[in-house]
């Protein structure tokens, strides 16, 4: 018990001190910000769930005393509750009797993406009402703080209204205005998952991980009815700001399946030739244009549909003996 504290109390310290670190403002930074969360994970995943809800609450009481009670609302919400609700889910398992001895079925990881990206929505949903309640107050308050940022960074001219540089200027803020809810979303998605990722890494290397190592090819996210699916994205077309909090929605669910995508590309790909460069290709694209990521969302929705990993394993028919799968 005595220890499971101190693990608290330290991650939660940790926690806090990458969480405060943004206040610098360098690009290093603001990705020690993004790993907030990872010090809680690693106590709730190398100990236990309770070691991660102190650490979290450690974090947010840490920041409440030095700075106010927004922050240890904002961190306790948007980081500490999430954090630890998928540690508690990761090492949720039931016992499962099968061949006359019992064994352990784990949460299943395609549930815990899913519900990465729900939180991931969920949170940014929960930011919109903080700018406005309807589309056109949302949009100019998000388009004001665009316009105080550039402005602090001197690259939004204010001497010369009608000149190419700051007509560009606002072509692209309101290109931001659009597009940073989705974004938003889909960045926080992939926060949760990577920070989950890294913990289960680092206590697995420490020794400490009670949960096998899935295999992460084999990936299935639960089964959404294809109504669900389509009525997310149908709302991005609905006017005011319904349509926006579906946009945010769509983009978080979209982000789930193209992490299905990079699994069915890692199980097809399998016992192929060049199989690093196509894999080390597709995730530079990804990394460098971005846009590619949908193509494997595309690749997910269809798996999903289709099951194209069982119709590619199907052809290839069984691996060779002695070579493992």
């Known amino acids: ?14 926690s806090a001190l990458l969480f ?18 990872l010090p809680i994970l690693i106590a709730a995943l190398g100990w236990n769930h309770w070691a991660g809800l102190l650490a979290g609450l450690t974090a947010a009481a840490s920041l409440g005393l030095v700075l106010n009670l927004y922050f240890f609302m904002a961190f306790f919400v948007g980081i500490a509750l999430p954090a630890w609700w998928l540690s508690y889910l990761v090492m949720l398992a039931r016992p499962v009797a099968a061949n006359g001895s019992t064994t352990l079925e784990w ?20 930011a919109v009402p903080n700018f406005g309640t309807d589309k ?49 979303a889909v960045l926080a998605t992939l926060i949760n998952v990577v920070n989950l990722w890294l ?34 994205i149908a709302g991005t077309f609905l006017p005011d700001l319904p349509g926006i909090l579906s946009g945010i929605l769509a983009a978080a669910l ?24 196509a894999l080390g290709g597709t995730y530079a694209a990804v990394v460098l244009f971005g846009w590619p990521v949908l193509a ?21 028919g069984p691996p060779p003996p002695g070579q493992h799968t």
């Open 107 to 126: 949460y299943p990881i395609g549930r815990l993406i899913l519900w990465t990206a729900l939180i991931a929505a969920a949170l940014v949903i929960l």
């Open 20 to 37: 405060a670190s943004v206040a610098s403002g360098s690009i290093l930074a603001t990705l020690l910000f993004y790993l907030a969360p």
């Open 296 to 316: 494997m969302s595309l690749l997910g929705l269809a798996d999903a549909a289709f099951n194209i990993r069982a119709r590619a394993a199907h052809k290839r």
């Open 254 to 277: 979209l982000t789930a399946y193209a992490l299905l995508g990079f699994a069915v590309l890692h199980a097809i790909t399998h016992g192929i030739g060049n199989r690093a460069l």
């Open 199 to 232: 913990a289960g890494r680092i206590v697995r290397v420490s020794g400490r991980l009670t949960r096998p190592w899935p295999d992460l090819s084999a990936l299935t996210l639960p089964h959404l009815r294809a109504g669900a699916r389509a009525a997310a």
């Open 1 to 14: 018990m005595i220890q499971i504290v101190l693990v608290g109390i330290g991650a939660g310290a940790a």
């Open 136 to 184: 056109e107050t949302f949009q100019a308050a998000l388009r004001g703080a665009f316009e105080r940022a550039l402005r602090m960074q001197g690259q939004l001219p204010t001497d010369a209204p009608d000149s190419p540089l700051r007509t560009d200027t606002e072509r692209l803020i309101s290109i931001l205005v659009v597009a940073i809810p989705p974004a938003a």
